[in-house]
């Protein structure tokens, strides 16, 4: 994928914290941050560790005017890729308002296309600004246009002491098709943490999670996520704090395996 740089780059303002992640390593993963003149992100790299592979591909463009972001995405599944055209809307805080797209299904080995999908996105917050809850709307599309039924079905986060409890994704509220949910250590967290419990509904979005983008993040650090109540994903952390800021320097996520993942995080 080729990745662009946007013109208007330098008149944006940032919504950015103060810190800004360069990488989060794993002998795993590997994710790359790149930013603009002004902080916004940029470029958002997602590869393999141990093989090099690139998994996501994203670039992220902003608007004149600060209402929007353009953001250009490939995804490797296996023997499938997916190309994502979005734009994303902003509210005048700087929060994600909607996202109107397309996304197209490939076969890698041959370029042929398995599916086309237009889609749309509404974000929905609370009083303190945190996400309450994302309605998705997907319409295939073919030679004979659009469809005439599309596939809907929301998310919703339950929030807590200011920390998601719960994120909820369901085409029927009384059968939801996952549930997340997420207990937390018993301190207060600290200044920035780049840990998002998920990435809630799309990967590339994480990026702007980092940002604020999607409002609050979590103020605890996350001790344990549990999925479908099957199983669950712990966590552990390292904290450097200096006299006026504290931030999460690595941390450590136990799977079900009982395997422990290392991750290191790199800081402009």
């Known amino acids: 994928m080729v990745i662009t740089s946007c013109n208007n780059d330098d008149d944006q303002l940032s919504t950015s914290s103060q810190y800004r992640i360069s990488f989060i390593y794993s002998d795993e993963t590997t994710q790359t941050f790149d930013y603009n003149s002004v902080g916004n992100i940029k470029e958002w ?4 560790t141990p093989t090099s592979q690139t998994i996501a591909n994203a670039s992220y463009n902003y608007d ?3 209402n929007s972001v353009k953001i250009d995405v490939e995804e490797l599944h296996g023997d499938q890729k997916l190309i994502f055209d979005e734009v994303l809307l902003l509210n005048t805080d700087g929060t994600a308002k909607s996202a109107e797209g ?3 299904l490939f076969r890698v080995k041959d370029n042929g296309l398995l599916m086309k999908k ?4 509404v974000l929905s917050y609370n009083e303190l600004k945190q996400l309450k809850s994302i309605e998705i709307e997907e319409r295939l599309i073919s030679d004979k246009g659009d469809d005439s039924y599309p596939l809907k079905w929301n998310i919703d986060l339950v929030w807590s002491n ?3 409890m719960e994120c909820r994704e369901y085409s029927n509220s009384t059968s939801p098709l996952t549930v997340y949910e997420y207990t937390y250590y018993g301190v207060s967290g600290v200044d920035y943490a780049p840990i998002v419990q998920y990435p809630i509904l799309r990967a590339y979005y994480t990026p702007l999670w980092y940002q604020g983008y999607f409002g609050m993040q979590s103020k605890g650090l996350v001790k344990k996520a549990t999925v479908d109540k099957n199983y669950s994903i712990e966590y ?3 904290i450097s704090t200096n006299s006026t800021n504290s931030i999460v320097e690595g941390y450590f996520e136990k799977l079900p395996s009982g395997k422990e993942i290392k991750y ?3 800081w402009e």
């Open 236 to 238: 552990s952390f390292n």
């Open 102 to 104: 397309v996304v197209e």
């Open 45 to 48: 790299h997602y590869l393999e």
């Open 64 to 66: 004149a005017d600060r």
């Open 264 to 266: 290191t995080i790199g």
């Open 118 to 121: 237009k889609y749309s996105v």
């Open 162 to 164: 200011n920390n998601i």
